[in-house]
């Protein structure tokens, strides 16, 4: 009788362990999904925020391009630099 009462206890107490696991393992989901969104939203921020640096600089490139081919003295030199410029700020963006 006592082999199947210290049975009965040995299996209450891996049940309970393994209850215990379950739940740190629920946790630590719970945890890596939170780690996840944060840095999803992160890494959205600052896309967000590159994207519109890119915009702010290719903008006024070209307006300085409009602005050296329209003025009332030309000057194609200074718009074909600032053509290099808008090249090298998009070859940055892809390396």
């Known amino acids: 009788m006592s082999i199947v009462v210290n049975s009965v ?6 049940k309970s362990k ?8 629920i946790q ?6 939170a780690l996840d969104r944060h840095w999803q939203e992160v890494l959205t921020d600052k896309l967000a925020r590159q994207r519109s640096e890119l915009r702010k600089k290719i903008a006024h490139e070209l307006t300085e391009t409009r602005l ?3 003025g009332s ?13 808008i090249e090298r700020i998009l070859l940055s963006q892809v390396h």
């Open 9 to 14: 206890d040995e299996v209450a107490t891996l």
């Open 68 to 70: 050296s081919i329209t």
């Open 28 to 33: 630590w989901q719970e945890r890596h999904q």
């Open 73 to 85: 003295e030309p000057d194609l030199d200074m718009a074909l630099d600032r053509i290099a410029r």
């Open 18 to 25: 393994l209850l215990e696991r379950d739940q740190t393992i």
